[in-house]
């Protein structure tokens, strides 16, 4: 089997997160290649990988094309070298030795997941990560909790809906079906787009309940994608890009604008400027919205039919 590793970097020298995750990846119990994709870090993270990581297949971005997109350009990297599973990776994250394999030996078993995860655990393994934990809470996956408490794990996979892409294995069979990220997504959300058309596809996601990641990103604070504007555009690219309730972008634009005039007629101009910046986001997106196309990683266009 081939396997890859695809890694996508944008200043990953703080905390000596890149030293950590590519070394834990090269002492894998199944041998990995590396494929590395910087998004024009602007620290010294290009030198460090060439330094320290010969053996690492780099790819250095001309611009930061966000997490899906250096994703995509990895995969497809990945695909012409034959390659039959893939792990993404954050570069803030580290596998143990054997992590990978029982990703691999599970997907083997069960053919019908797109996406395999591990469990994942905070940067030194006392705590879930809070994302992951709400992603296998009694509400999204059932009996993980009750069977994992009691220590009484039955199963070699629970299926959830949404598992964030930290840490993914994804299959050959997954990217011929589904494709790639969505350009519509910058950097967040296009892992809960991957789920939704996963689920349109009638394709599962599941976690591993015996194998760990560890995700360095408690003490991280919060960035220019976290503030009120940003996850209100992030959420009607959701909301409109989701295969399985599709939403008009167009009627979509229109209520915004609408808010827009409501706003400036109550001289609210901050509300106002608000609202006509998220209805020039949602034009600008439009066109990779619109007919819910999806890049393809294997060089085809995937459109849903509903």
Request: hydrophobic content about 35%.
């Amino acid at each position: 089997m081939k396997i890859f590793a695809v890694v996508v970097i944008y200043n990953g020298m703080k905390n000596n997160w890149i030293h950590k995750c590519f070394s834990s990846l090269l002492q894998s119990s199944i041998p990995v290649e590396i494929i590395a994709v910087d998004n024009l870090s602007t620290d010294k993270s290009v030198e460090y990988i060439r330094n320290n990581f010969p053996s690492v297949t780099l790819i250095e971005n001309i611009q930061n094309l966000g997490f899906g997109g250096a994703n995509n350009l990895g995969l497809k990297s990945a695909l012409k070298q034959g390659g039959e599973f893939f792990f993404l990776l954050n570069q803030d994250a580290y596998v143990e030795t054997n992590t990978i394999e029982k990703l691999i030996n599970t997907s083997l078993q069960h053919p019908e997941y797109a996406v395999i995860s591990p469990i994942h655990l905070n940067s030194n393994g006392t705590k879930l990560d809070k994302s992951f934990a709400r992603s296998v809470s009694p509400y999204y996956c059932e009996d993980f909790y009750d069977d994992y408490v009691l220590g009484n794990t039955k199963k070699t996979i629970y299926e959830s809906p949404f598992i964030c892409a930290a840490a993914w294995l994804l299959t050959a069979k997954a990217l011929e079906v589904i494709g790639g990220f969505s350009p519509a997504f910058f950097h967040y959300g296009e892992d809960d787009n991957y789920c939704h058309r996963i689920q349109y596809f009638k394709m599962k996601i599941g976690v591993v309940p015996d194998t760990y990641i560890f995700h360095d990103r408690e003490d991280r604070a919060p960035g220019i994608y976290d503030n009120r504007l940003s996850t209100i555009q992030r959420q009607q690219i959701l909301w409109c890009s989701n295969p399985n309730n599709p939403i008009s972008i167009k009627k979509i634009i229109k209520q915004y604008r609408n808010k827009t005039i409501k706003y400036l007629l109550k001289v609210d101009f901050k509300e106002a400027n608000m609202n006509k910046k998220i209805a020039s986001f949602l034009k600008n997106k439009k066109p990779l919205i619109e007919g819910s196309f999806s890049e393809s990683v294997s060089d085809k266009t995937y459109k849903f039919i509903y």
